[in-house]
């Protein structure tokens, strides 16, 4: 004799996903601060010319990763400290693990943004043994597995209301176009087709990576014999304003050009007279230059 067993019909899973209780959909547009601090920066220009001094004027810094050597010299909450060992990417991974947890959101400061991405770099060549990820044929999968632990890193921090302040050296190379190679680009220079521009010296995708973080950018150099801070930019010079391009850094009234978008504003000689500056700049109180002329670049090429 045959037994059978009855079942009943298989039931199909509901593609129809689980709301989540705290969800909401805004039912206005977001209002974007006024505050200059709420920001992310990267600041970038000539070396020596006060970029470290000028961020930890920003009074809202709680950790100064200083990753050039014997950069003792302002008044900033410095990591490592004095007698520590020199960071390495693990151990500010580890500094960053305890400022979640032992500190109130503030800001960070990455100085440099181009030595800090080079660790990481060379933590994870180190790990799949070899001096540079720079040619490895794996194709492309240790590259990625240092982009995701980089991006990973710094996302945990940003989601969780902290801010940064990338610093960064200049120098004139071409911008990044697609279809044309390195071995074209001089010649794709002399033509036209590929203008130089002054940016950030951190690596490619660390420099990309840095637009996506920083609300605002700004290169710090000469005009003439004066300290400049280069707010918006141009084909021949990078710089970002952010979505409050119309908000912030107008010219002030009672002088010409009252109300409308300036290119850079005078620093002066002093790192807190740069940052009162800025704070004008951003406040609409401030005076700044219109570019009428050539710019003055004083960067090294590339």
């Given at each position: 004799?045959?037994?059978?067993?009855?079942?009943?019909?298989?039931?199909?899973?509901?593609?129809?996903?689980?709301?989540?209780?705290?969800l909401?959909?805004?039912?206005?547009?977001?209002?974007?601060?006024?505050?200059?601090?709420s920001?992310?920066?990267?600041?970038y220009?000539?070396?020596?010319?006060?970029?470290?001094?000028?961020?930890?004027?920003?009074?809202?810094?709680?950790?100064?990763f200083?990753?050039?050597?014997?950069?003792?010299?302002?008044?900033s909450?410095?990591?490592?400290?004095?007698g520590?060992?020199?960071l390495?990417?693990?151990?500010?991974?580890?500094?960053?693990?305890?400022?979640?947890?032992?500190?109130?959101?503030?800001?960070?400061?990455?100085?440099?943004?181009?030595?800090?991405?080079r660790?990481?770099?060379?933590?994870?060549?180190?790990?799949?043994?070899?001096?540079?990820?720079?040619?490895?044929k794996?194709?492309?999968?240790?590259w990625?597995?240092?982009?995701?632990?980089?991006?990973?890193?710094?996302s945990?921090?940003?989601?969780?209301n902290?801010?940064?302040?990338?610093?960064?050296?200049?120098?004139?190379?071409?911008?990044?176009?697609?279809?044309?190679?390195?071995?074209?680009?001089?010649a794709?220079?002399?033509?036209?087709?590929?203008?130089?521009?002054?940016?950030?010296?951190?690596?490619?995708?660390?420099?990309?990576?840095?637009?996506?973080?920083?609300?605002?950018?700004?290169?710090?150099?000469?005009?003439?014999r004066?300290?400049?801070?280069?707010?918006?930019?141009?084909?021949?010079?990078?710089?970002?304003?952010?979505g409050v391009?119309d908000?912030?850094?107008?010219?002030?009234?009672?002088?010409?050009g009252?109300?409308?978008?300036?290119?850079?504003?005078?620093?002066?000689?002093?790192?807190?007279?740069?940052?009162?500056?800025?704070?004008?700049?951003?406040?609409?109180?401030?005076?700044?230059?219109?570019?009428?002329?050539?710019?003055?670049?004083?960067?090294?090429?590339?």
């Amino acid at each position: 004799m045959t037994f059978t067993t009855k079942t009943g019909r298989r039931k199909t899973p509901s593609t129809v996903p689980t709301v989540q209780d705290d969800l909401v959909i805004p039912d206005q547009p977001n209002e974007p601060s006024n505050d200059l601090t709420s920001y992310s920066w990267c600041i970038y220009g000539e070396k020596g010319i006060g970029k470290t001094s000028l961020a930890a004027e920003f009074p809202d810094v709680v950790a100064h990763f200083m990753w050039e050597p014997a950069r003792r010299d302002t008044r900033s909450p410095i990591i490592p400290q004095r007698g520590e060992p020199p960071l390495t990417w693990p151990r500010m991974k580890g500094y960053l693990q305890k400022l979640l947890t032992d500190r109130q959101p503030g800001r960070i400061i990455v100085d440099t943004l181009d030595l800090c991405a080079r660790a990481c770099q060379k933590y994870h060549a180190a790990l799949v043994g070899v001096e540079s990820l720079n040619g490895i044929k794996d194709n492309g999968r240790a590259w990625d597995t240092m982009k995701c632990d980089w991006e990973n890193t710094w996302s945990e921090l940003l989601w969780g209301n902290w801010r940064l302040t990338l610093l960064s050296h200049a120098r004139v190379r071409p911008k990044v176009v697609r279809g044309i190679s390195r071995d074209n680009m001089k010649a794709a220079l002399d033509d036209g087709v590929v203008i130089p521009e002054t940016q950030p010296t951190a690596s490619g995708w660390a420099y990309e990576w840095s637009k996506s973080v920083c609300s605002f950018a700004a290169y710090m150099g000469w005009h003439g014999r004066d300290r400049i801070l280069r707010i918006r930019g141009d084909e021949q010079l990078y710089a970002s304003s952010g979505g409050v391009a119309d908000l912030h850094f107008l010219q002030k009234k009672g002088v010409e050009g009252a109300g409308k978008p300036y290119d850079y504003l005078p620093l002066g000689d002093s790192p807190k007279t740069a940052y009162r500056t800025l704070l004008d700049g951003w406040n609409n109180k401030a005076e700044g230059v219109f570019l009428t002329t050539e710019t003055y670049y004083h960067v090294e090429s590339d």
